[in-house]
Each structure stands twice: as C-alpha cells, then as structure tokens.
C-alpha cells in the first residue's frame, strides 16, 4: 500500500465540469496537452492548475440540481494493490435544510496521480462505494 498526500496532490477544481451524465467519473490524462484538450471541449474555465509529468487525474461527481456539493481526497484510504490505483474520495452533500442555490452544478477535481506503478484506477468514496474507473494507457 503506497500512501497518497490528499489535499496536496489537488491540482484544480471547479463547481461546473461540463458533463451532462448523473454518474460519477474518474478520467486519466497522460499530459498538460490532453488535460487541457478535455476542458476545452467541456467548456470548464475553472482550473488555473497545470498537471505534473505524471500526468493528472479528473475525477467527476457528476450533474447535480443545486449547489453544495463537494469532492475531497481521502488520502488514508487511498492506496494501490496490484496494478490498481484505489482513489478514495469524500463525497458531500448539502444537508437537507440547508440553505443552497438551486443552480445545475457539475462539481469536480483534479489530482496528481500517486507515485507508484498501476495501470487501473478505481474511484470509491467514503462507504467503499465504486464511483468510476479508467485505464493509463
């Protein structure tokens, strides 16, 4: 088991990702120029981070109705078995009294990947849940 530096390895985020799916989703991008090619297409302005060489991973919660959504790394829980990243993150929710926007969000981050050797990455939140996966090709 190889630890993971959680809030460290945070490259970017932003409250609106593009994506139209209700799913989670967990994408790998080998370089800057991938990375940047991606958020283009989804129209994100949001991330001023740039991914180191080992490249960046994206991890997606998702559309969602309203605001108050929120995605940490949850770094003692994050390790590789195998050839599998496990990349564990938080998954919040606003209470539900909670004062919110009622504004479509799509909330995602973007971390460093791990040191270590995989060639898988599964996303789990907090309950053990799979949220996602994707190979490094």
């Known amino acids: 088991m190889l630890p993971f530096s959680g809030g460290r390895n945070v490259i970017a985020g932003d409250m609106y990702c593009g994506t ?3 799913q989670s989703d967990v994408h790998y991008f080998a370089n800057a120029s991938d990375l940047e090619r991606w958020t283009e ?36 829980d994050t390790h590789i078995d195998n050839d599998t990243l496990y990349l564990a993150v938080e998954w919040t929710a ?18 460093a990947p791990p040191e270590g050797e995989y060639s898988h990455i599964v996303l789990v939140d907090q309950l053990g849940n799979t949220r996602g996966t994707a190979e490094i090709y």
Not at 43 to 63: L, T
Not at 99 to 110: D, F, G, K
């Open 41 to 76: 297409y989804r129209g994100i302005r949001g991330f001023d981070g740039r991914p180191a060489e080992g490249g960046a991973i994206v991890v997606e919660m998702g559309q969602r109705m309203t605001s108050g959504y929120t995605i940490e790394p949850l770094p003692e």
């Open 20 to 22: 139209t799916s209700l």
């Open 94 to 111: 606003p209470e539900e009294y909670a004062a919110i926007n009622q504004a479509m969000t799509a909330p995602c981050i973007v971390v």
